[in-house]
């Protein structure tokens, strides 16, 4: 289960860059000016959140926690912020919508079967779901070689390595046992009657052949808004927005797709200056800290949106890990205005992205340049005593 939320693919280089891509920016802040009072809110598809933060859609979270994405809704309510709901999740559609959220978003992949396709879509619509993210980046599965080493299956296939795991960390088991099957909420009935869902037959449902034309069906059966979501160049982003999509959500699926892709945040600023201003932009992978939300927004983003950084919050304490992980980034963006001088998003805007942030320079002769693929992974070990230190 840590490694399905910690790793990446292939040889996990996208996965490192993204985080590196954001210490490439210093910021320049401006002083003598009045932070006393510190507004991070913005405004988005007509409706105005606390902070410019998306919790964006991924798969199995009840794997991490019996509550699942039940948790994360329900947390990410009391924040005041949205939840993407990802087709692939371990809740339905109209479990989630039960929890009253105002603000619930369904990232769609777009199946072989289209009908069943089109049965998710009118569901969405039908549970209360105004904002649709149609992912771009999985004609086909990314390979993800920590998942392939340890036969992950939904739900967990009982062989003595897993028996072994149980042993060595009970409350976790006894928690997953005690809460009802782990499944694919949203897919057919009928997979994983052989046995349990493996990556493998989960992905088969996913088509290659999906091509613009497709994008336009989803479109013309969609009422609401419309992003679409993936490592979206500007000569696509254009494309979708004369196609009918609202915007963009900048994403290499947080490293997990196409290895050694570039990352969202270089995408940004060309993105954004392809489709203008009217067009809302997202990006996602890489951001761990408020600091990196305001880098983001200064670039040009409407709003960031986070995966591992919720999920570390929901295995740790289930709802309010979620909580405590929305608290950490707010506070951090909070502090990160005040301390530039802009204490708003406002005002971050105001500036210009030339004037609050600046990119370091390469390295010199003779320097050494930190390379992703020189960037050593984070030990499980390391990674627990970060967040014991936030």
């Given at each position: ?77 009391r924040a005041g ?119 493998e037959n989960m ?34 982003a254009v494309r ?151």
């Open positions: 289960m840590f490694d399905y939320v910690e790793g990446g693919a292939d040889r996990e280089l996208s996965l490192r860059a993204n985080e590196a891509a954001f210490r490439e920016w210093s910021f320049v802040p401006v002083n003598l000016r009045d932070v006393s009072a510190c507004d991070p809110s913005v405004e988005l598809f007509g409706r105005r959140f606390p902070m410019p933060l998306v919790l964006a859609p991924t798969g199995y979270a009840r794997m991490m926690h019996p509550e699942g994405e039940l948790a994360v809704g329900r947390a990410a309510r912020l949205p939840y993407a709901l990802s087709t692939v999740a371990s809740t339905s559609i109209e479990e989630l919508a039960a929890t009253g959220h105002p603000d619930l978003w369904f990232q769609l992949y777009i199946w072989r079967d289209r009908g069943l396709t089109y049965e998710l879509l009118a569901r969405a619509w039908q549970a209360g779901y105004r904002i649709l993210e149609v992912s771009v980046d999985v004609p086909v599965p990314g390979h993800r070689i920590r998942d392939v080493r340890n036969g992950l299956t939904i739900p967990p296939q009982l062989d003595l390595r897993t028996l072994f795991d149980i042993a060595s960390h009970p409350s976790y088991w006894v928690g997953m046992l005690r809460s009802p099957e782990l499944r694919f909420a949203n897919a057919p009935p009928d997979l994983g009657d052989q046995g349990g869902v493996t990556i992905t088969t449902l996913f088509d290659p052949s999906v091509t613009w034309d497709d994008f336009a069906s989803v479109r013309d059966r969609w009422p609401g808004k419309l992003l679409i979501k993936g490592c979206v160049g500007a000569e696509d979708a927005v004369k196609a009918g999509a609202d915007g963009v959500h900048l994403s290499n699926h947080g490293g997990r797709q196409l290895d050694r892709s570039i990352p969202p945040l270089e995408l940004l600023p060309t993105v954004r200056k392809a489709i203008g201003d009217e067009s809302v932009v997202v990006v996602d992978s890489g951001i761990r800290d408020g600091a990196d939300v305001a880098i983001a927004l200064a670039l040009g983003a409407d709003a960031a949106a986070i995966g591992r950084a919720y999920l570390y919050g929901l295995t740790v304490s289930g709802e309010a890990g979620v909580d405590h992980a929305l608290r950490l980034l707010s506070a951090q963006l909070r502090r990160t205005l005040q301390l530039l001088g802009t204490p708003s998003i406002a005002d971050l805007r105001a500036r210009g992205h030339s004037a609050v942030v600046r990119r370091e320079a390469p390295a010199g002769p003779g320097e050494r340049a930190v390379r992703p693929d020189r960037i050593p992974p984070i030990s499980s070990r390391g990674r627990r005593h970060r967040l014991a230190d936030r």
